[in-house]
């Protein structure tokens, strides 16, 4: 990303969260996605507890994006789609979730 876009995700952090938590978001994303074996950083572990880890990163991608200015949303959304796409390539929807869940949450 820019660093015009990392300097509205860090004003971004700085009133809604931590510093680097969009960071370690898109790490813990990644690593999902890709079904990596690689271990995650100490920053992205916080994010990976069995019962919100990867829902809370993806939730906390949207939440950034919704909030960034239009230039930075435009690049994080760039970057969490191509993450996105190859999730769903890789999974399948699950029909048994509830329709009310974000479409992530209804893969398997």
């Not at 931590?18 to 100490?42: C, F, I, K, Y």
């Not at 990976?48 to 829902?55: H, L, S």
């Not at 190859?86 to 209804?106: A, C, I, M, S, Y």
């Amino acid at each position: 990303m820019s660093g015009r876009a990392n300097a509205a995700v860090r004003a971004v952090e700085g009133r809604r969260w931590l510093p680097g938590v969009v960071a370690a978001a898109v790490g813990v994303w990644s690593w999902h996605v890709h079904g990596s074996r690689r271990r995650l950083r100490p920053w992205e572990a916080e994010h990976t507890c069995v019962c919100c880890g990867v829902d809370q990163a993806r939730n906390c991608l949207s939440e950034a994006i919704a909030t960034l200015p239009a230039h930075a949303a435009r690049e994080l959304r760039t970057l969490v789609d191509r993450l996105d796409e190859v999730l769903l390539q890789r999974t399948h929807h699950d029909p048994q979730t509830p329709v009310e869940d974000p479409w992530w949450q209804r893969r398997f």
